[in-house]
Structure formats: structure tokens, C-alpha cells
């Protein structure tokens, strides 16, 4: 086999490769959109994070937490829906969210009523350290008298009164906060901004650890999603391979789509890649050239039909050795799927410029 045409048949696998991971992301983009998945884990990380791992005061310490979501700084990065569309989805996430909270106080007050209809229940998917830090402190000096010295706070954390406004766990947290704080400050530093930049620093480390965990979520339902489409879209790599072995036309219409994709989509290393404007330049140049079919359109690959590529699925008959291969085929895919657009579009740039340079001269 020509070295050229395995390479253009390599192209249009990671063109088919780099689409579907596209359509991927952008499903998933939207159901977390719509079911405000990074509010939602952000909120029940700070959640455990005040925890430590201690579940005796879960129900101060989410009303804590609330005390703080109702600051300003961080209610200012609250932003009600705009279009109709996501206020409809915001007020069912709200009720759906309020049937899944434990009863306690059944009735809703006119300001209550008043906050859905201003912020629909949307919260900041994302908080700086910084922010978080300064609502934190502003909570402990409602709790008591407004300290301003840092002996006034260490003496209201170590107070056995305390234990009645701040649950426990987080109070031993913030007191040794406090007494690292006051190991490392220095003469004439103020110690109480020592200690708030030592509350950043842990709520920074956590958010950290909770990104880690919120990608590795989200991760499962793009597999998942990945592996739906291969089968609704009957992406078999090795079918493809065949069409694409099979049809030169179709082989050299993508891998000189390929070229123009790479020159007029130039990328930074230092960078990470635009996503979305990848996503609009591939929808442009690969709009009707990618072999892309329902699974309901495509059955022959996997399936006995008299009438090749005419027959419906009723109609074909089951072939279980076509059936395995098309398995096989939607696996391989799904993998390559799953490892994202920026993967295969760094690899496709190295395939245009082999192509491109051609193969390397015998050495005499």
C-alpha cells in the first residue's frame, strides 16, 4: 500500500476523530450549563472543606457555608439567566433542588421568593482564594464582636462559646490557621492579613484537589457520551478505514481539508487551544465531506442486506461476525474520542506537515 494513502487515511480518521470529540464537549458543556454541575460541586466542596471529614455538624456547617454564599463579594458574582430558555431550566434546577433538601422549614418568605425570581438560583461556579478569604473573616466577626487585633481572634476560636456559632471542625481548622499565621508573621506585619492569606492558601490547595475531582466526574459522561454518539453515528474506525481506502476522491477531499484546517488555525505551544473556535472553523471547512452516517442509514457494515446501503434495520439481517468487528470498530473510537480535540489536533498537524514534506529521501 502507497505510504501517501495510509497517511491520508490517518488524516481522515483524526478529522472524524477531532468532530465527534467536538460534538462531545459541546453536549457536555451544555447539560453542566444547564444543571449548573460547577456551582453545584464548587458549593458542596466548600462544603467538605469546612467539614475536614467530620460529619457530626453537617447542619451548622452548611448554614455556615450559606452565611457566607450571602455575602456581597460573592453574591456580586451571581448572575441571573438572560435568554428564556435557561430561565426555564434555572427554575426547574431550583425546585428540583428544593424537593431534594431535607424538610425543614416549608414555607418560602417574600424575600426568598424575590432572590429565585432575581438570581434563579445561580451561584459563581468559580471563587477566588482571595474573595472567599475576606467573606470568611467578615462571617467570624458577625458572629461576635468585631475583633481587630489578632489576639482578639485567637481568644474568640479557643472560647468554648464558639462552639455554638462555628462548627467544631472548622474552628480547629481556623485556629491552626491562626497559630501558623502567627508563627510566620513578621515584626510590624498585620497578623490579621497573615492569617487570611493563610485561609487563601488552604481554600486555594482544596479548590485544587475539587477541580482535579470535578474533571475526573466529567470525564465519565464524555466516555459515556463518547460512546453513544460512535454507536448512534456508527463511527467504526475500521468501516471508515475501508471507506476511506475504498473512495480517493473522499480520501484527498479531507486530508486537503486537513491542510487548510491547520494553516488557517495557527496554534500557540505556550498556549492552551480555543476550543470553540476550532469547533466553528472544523463545522466550516468539513461540513459535508466527513463519511458520517446515522446508524439507522448504515447498517451493511455490521448487517447481512440484500440490497447493499438501501435496506433499513428491519429489513437487514444480523451478522454476528460483522456485529463484533462494528464492535471493535466503536470501541477503538470511542477511546480515541475520549482523548480529547487538542490531542488529535496537535497530531494532525504533525500528519499535514509529513504529508506536506513529503517522505524522507533514501540515504545513499
Known amino acids: 500500500m502507497n505510504v501517501s494513502v495510509m497517511l491520508d487515511v490517518a ?7 477531532i468532530s465527534t470529540a467536538l460534538i462531545v464537549s459541546a453536549i457536555q458543556e451544555l447539560i453542566a450549563s444547564l444543571l449548573q454541575w460547577r456551582s453545584q460541586h464548587l458549593k458542596e466542596s466548600i462544603l467538605q472543606l469546612m467539614l475536614c471529614h467530620d460529619a457530626t455538624g453537617l447542619n451548622e456547617t452548611k448554614h455556615f457555608r450559606d452565611q457566607i454564599y450571602e455575602n456581597p463579594l460573592i453574591q456580586s458574582m451571581n448572575h441571573s439567566a438572560v435568554s428564556v430558555w435557561s430561565r426555564l431550566t434555572s427554575h426547574f434546577v431550583f425546585h428540583w433542588q428544593k424537593k431534594s433538601e431535607s424538610v425543614g422549614d416549608e414555607k418560602e418568605d417574600e424575600q426568598e421568593k424575590a432572590y429565585e425570581k432575581l438570581y434563579l438560583t445561580s451561584s459563581p461556579s468559580y471563587i477566588e ?10 462571617e467570624l466577626q458577625k458572629n461576635t464582636l468585631p475583633f481587630e487585633t489578632f489576639q482578639e481572634l485567637i481568644t474568640f476560636l479557643e472560647s468554648p462559646e464558639t462552639q455554638n456559632k462555628i462548627p467544631q471542625a472548622l474552628r480547629d481548622t481556623l485556629l491552626m490557621l491562626a497559630n501558623n499565621a502567627k508563627i510566620k508573621i513578621n515584626a510590624g506585619e498585620n497578623a490579621l492579613l497573615s492569617f487570611q492569606k493563610e485561609i487563601e492558601n488552604w481554600f486555594h490547595t482544596s479548590m485544587k484537589r475539587a477541580g482535579g ?3 475526573r466526574n ?24 475501508q471507506i476511506l481506502l475504498n473512495n480517493s476522491i473522499l480520501r484527498t477531499t479531507l486530508a486537503n481539508n486537513a491542510v487548510q484546517l491547520v494553516n488557517n488555525f495557527p496554534t500557540d505551544n505556550n498556549s492552551p487551544l480555543d476550543v470553540e473556535q476550532l469547533q466553528e472553523n472544523v463545522s466550516k471547512i468539513f461540513s459535508n465531506s466527513l463519511p458520517i452516517a446515522p446508524i439507522y442509514e448504515n447498517v451493511t457494515n455490521f448487517m447481512d442486506c440484500q440490497q447493499q446501503n438501501s435496506c433499513s434495520i428491519q429489513e437487514a439481517q444480523p451478522n454476528l461476525r460483522k456485529f463484533l468487528s462494528a464492535l471493535c470498530g466503536w470501541i477503538v473510537t470511542t477511546l480515541a474520542v475520549f482523548m480529547g480535540a487538542p490531542f488529535w489536533f496537535d497530531l494532525l498537524g504533525q500528519l499535514v506537515n509529513v504529508r506536506a514534506n513529503g517522505s524522507k529521501p533514501n540515504r545513499s
Not at 482564594?129 to 467573606?135: G, L, Q, S, V
Open 129 to 138: 482564594p482571595e474573595i472567599f478569604a475576606i467573606a470568611l473573616v467578615n
Open 218 to 241: 466529567t470525564q465519565l459522561v464524555c466516555f459515556l457520551l463518547a460512546l453513544i454518539i460512535t454507536i448512534f453515528l456508527n463511527l467504526d474506525t475500521f468501516y471508515i478505514s
Open 11 to 17: 488524516i481522515g480518521l483524526v478529522i472524524v476523530y
Open 213 to 215: 475531582i470535578y474533571k
